[in-house]
């Protein structure tokens, strides 16, 4: 027979842990993400976070059904940061360019979640709210439902490419990092006009732009193209 479903309430922890702290999917998921900033995901474990929680690694699964489910956890999180004090200003391109950047800027600054968490789809309140969010300042602009389903696919996933994309970088060795970053100029700005034209004419401007994220550049490029076909439809 199948295992009964124990109600969240009743699976989690009251009584303090060893050390004395009270455990929380909260307190376990800032933990979490304190791991994957100084460990990298292979320093993400129910051992390690027992560890550093000062208690039983079984009594995570009060919280959580397993690792996958803390992962989701973690993702609706760094949503819920992005969000957190954000208010609507009625002006359809301004609310989507900023939560956009908001949600950018939460993933780059965990990069090690990012890389875990940026292609799942958590289903939790966070992300519920977020999606009800960017949906609705879609509708309210007088996107058509299908016009919305598009744009707000783009940008979502938009958004979280760029995400871990940067976040990829970020997570980088740092010698690493600037041997890339240097080949702009020990490479790129080097190469003669005879062989590559374009790449000659562009080197100076590309040193400058190609060590930061695009994804500014790209946001307002997206939120041009929707502006169009809001006016095509009027």
Known sequence: MPKAVVPEEKRRRRRPTRSGTVLSER???????????????AG???????????????????????MDDL?????????GQALAGWEPTGRWREDLRAIGLRIHAAYVAHPQAALLTANRVTGRSQELAADEVVLDVLRTAGFSLQDTVRVYHAFIDQTLAFAAL???SLTLP?????????????????????????????????????VTSAYPTALEMLLDSAAGSLQASG
Do not use: N
């Open 174 to 210: 740092t010698a690493s990092q600037r041997a890339d970053e240097d080949k702009w100029h020990s490479t790129y700005a080097r190469l003669p006009r005879a062989s590559h034209p374009r790449i000659a004419e562009a080197a100076p401007l590309l040193a400058g732009r190609m």
């Open 27 to 41: 307190l376990i998921v800032e933990t979490a993400l304190r791991l994957l900033r100084e460990h990298g995901s």
């Open 71 to 79: 992962t989701l956890a973690i993702g609706d999180a760094l949503i």
């Open 166 to 168: 940067d976040s990829a």
């Open 44 to 66: 993400l474990s129910a051992r390690r976070l027992g560890l550093a929680l000062d208690c039983d690694p079984s009594t995570l699964y009060r919280y959580f059904r397993g």
